[in-house]
Nanobody
Framework: QVQLVESGGGLVQAGGSLRLSCAVS????????LNWHRQAPGNKRELVAH???????TYADSVKGRFTISGDNAKNTVYLQMNNLKPEDTGIYYC???????????????WGQGTQVTVSS
């Protein structure tokens, strides 16, 4: 069974840092890269960062220069380093994959369970 498992959230003061991890379990091939999304209370889920299979990265304008997405192919893990955190970064952060191939075929639109990030002012 393929799963995305996030970790690393928590409570931090404004200006602080956190590093989120997303581990993809199973014998898999990630087809279109991995994404970090977040959802603040009362808001829609938004894309924060994306890393492609060749390591190309893109970011939401609100996090450019503060967040860095990276991956470790050997560990099937993607990270989100978040620096200079602001109260508006508060929300549940989700790892997401558009498509993953595994031994029984392909699965699409896979989400982790989310990890809470709270930034106090």
């Amino acid at each position: 069974q393929v799963q995305l498992v996030e970790s690393g959230g928590g409570l931090v003061q404004a200006g602080g840092s956190l590093r989120l991890s997303c581990a993809v379990s199973g014998t898999i091939t990630i087809m279109n890269g991995l994404n970090w999304h977040r959802q603040a209370p009362g808001n829609k889920r938004e894309l924060v960062a994306h890393i492609s299979v060749i390591g190309t990265t893109t970011y939401a304008d609100s996090v450019k220069g503060r967040f860095t997405i990276s991956g470790d192919n050997a560990k099937n893990t993607v990270y989100l380093q978040m620096n200079n955190l602001k109260p508006e970064d508060t929300g549940i952060y989700y790892c997401h994959a558009d498509e993953i191939e595994y031994e029984l075929g392909s699965i699409f639109d896979i989400w982790g369970q989310g990890t809470q990030v709270t930034v106090s002012s």
